[in-house]
């Protein structure tokens, strides 16, 4: 199936920096991806929508201007992290939506463990 | 307002058993219902997935049965197998617009040997 490659897998950062998260589609175009937070043993909480070449669309709550999501081409989004707190420790998914496939199918990235100290 | 609902939140089974979890939905908008399979500490696995059009899809061990008028879609394990042990999770979409999904709150199985 398709793949969707995210970087770093886990990161630890001092509180107060900023930490960049990479999501790529290995072997599709995705015009389209999202970013996901996930708490211990509960669900995925979509943070925002990336649309390539447009500006991310952030779900209610969800502080875009420290949550910063570019969408720079049809293989790369990234998520960066400003000015980290502990709170922010969490586990970031990414997952991208393959419009090649007729179900237009999504595929969600490995995750990235951040932990601020 | 969950749109989404899943049950049960965990799920014990022997092995060879079947595994059924099931998801109702309140947005009849919704045209795309997938399950994902996730295990610890990586990220969730498309498992299958299907549209309303149809009733049931097979693949494998893995069956979805989907209800359209009681709005309740439901994941079948045949023959469960320890490896099955993971955290389910159904989603629903709908086309137009971002198309993102909606995310039920997961089923932890264990699939006992």
């Known amino acids: 199936g398709a793949v969707v490659s995210q970087h770093p897998s886990w990161v630890i950062c001092k509180s107060g920096t900023s930490v960049k998260i990479e999501c790529r589609s290995l072997?599709?175009?995705?015009?389209?991806m999202f970013w996901y937070r996930q708490f211990p043993k509960q669900s995925l909480m979509l943070m925002a929508t990336?649309?390539?070449?447009?500006?991310?669309?952030?779900e209610q709550g969800v502080e875009k201007d420290k949550f910063l999501i570019n969408h720079a081409s049809l293989t790369l989004s990234t998520l960066t992290v400003t000015s980290a707190h502990p709170e922010d420790s969490s586990f970031y998914i990414c997952?991208?939506?393959?419009?090649?496939?007729?179900?237009?199918?999504?595929?969600f990235g490995e995750g990235s463990w951040l932990t601020v100290v | 307002q969950q749109q989404v609902k899943q049950s049960p939140q965990s799920l014990i089974v022997q092995k060879g058993g079947i595994s059924i979890i099931n998801c109702a939905y309140e947005?009849?908008?919704?045209?795309?219902f997938p399950w994902y399979q996730q295990f610890p500490g990586k990220g969730p696995a498309l498992l299958i997935a299907i549209r309303p059009d149809v009733s049931e899809k097979k693949e494998g061990r893995f069956t979805i049965s989907f209800n359209k008028s009681a709005k309740q879609f439901s994941l079948h394990i045949m023959d469960s197998q320890p490896g099955d042990s993971a955290t389910y999770f159904c989603a629903a979409s709908m086309r137009g617009g971002s198309e993102k999904l909606v995310f039920g709150k997961g089923t932890k199985l264990t699939v006992n040997p």
């Open positions: 990336s649309n390539e070449g447009s500006k991310a669309t952030y």
């Open positions: 072997d599709f175009q995705a015009t389209t």
């Open positions: 997952s991208a939506r393959d419009v090649g496939m007729a179900e237009n199918t999504i595929y």
């Open positions: 947005n009849t908008a919704f045209d795309y």
